[in-house]
């Protein structure tokens, strides 16, 4: 059955633009159909089409289930943006297929790219929530100044990592199951030393994703699947 996303539906009873469109002209759905909508919170409503005008679809509940994240403990990605939005996109699809909480783009000292556009980055992550069965969308957030972002206060753990030849635990050694974490991706050209300086002043901790020098959003992929894995239900 297809699966939709409506963040208001309880609200509204009604699928948005987008979703409406997919629903009548692509799968031809009509009155007296059912279909599957999620509201990103975990929610999950089997509903019928009750009536189609236009754009607009209207439907109804049959059955409300909720339905438990695939993980415990909540995990937030902040990345610098690499300069092709291609791999952030691919970074975007591949970490919501695998699982995480919330996505904030970071401008730092060496940041190829100072602009996202994150209604595309939304789009993307709704749709490969939809693909995965996750029914929990990943918050994503407008580019926020480094330092702003360390500075502010975020529950759980926090890390930091960087590729300088300092002592630095693994990640995957660091990251206690259950406990929410926020982890912080450079770019290419990796953070600056005072921004390292000033996390780990904030309480960040130094940690290594291992012996390769990755890309900035297979770092991220890493940094993902590196606390689902601890964390999996």
Known sequence: MALFFAPDIETTWELPEEEAAHCLRVLRLGVGDELEVTDGKGKIFKVTITSTAGKRCH?????????????????????APTKNMDRMEWLAEKATEIGWDRVVFLNCRFSERKVVKTDRIERIVVSAMKQSLKFHK????????????????????????????????????????????????????????????????????????????????????????TYIMKNER
Not at 66 to 74: A, S
Not at 177 to 204: N, R, W, Y
């Open 59 to 79: 439907v109804e509940a049959v059955e409300v289930r909720e339905v438990e994240k695939g993980w415990n403990g909540n995990l937030t990605i902040a990345i």
């Open 138 to 225: 990943t918050t994503v957030e407008e580019m926020t100044d480094f330092k702003t972002f360390v500075k502010a206060d975020h529950k759980g753990a926090k890390f930091i990592a960087h590729c300088y030849e300092d002592s630095k635990e693994l990640l995957s050694d660091s990251i206690v199951p259950g406990e929410d974490a926020t982890v912080l991706i450079g770019p290419e050209g990796d953070f600056s030393k005072e921004e390292v300086e000033t996390a780990i002043k904030a309480g960040f901790r130094p940690v290594s994703l291992g012996n390769s020098r990755l890309r900035t959003e297979t770092a991220g992929l890493v940094a993902c699947h």
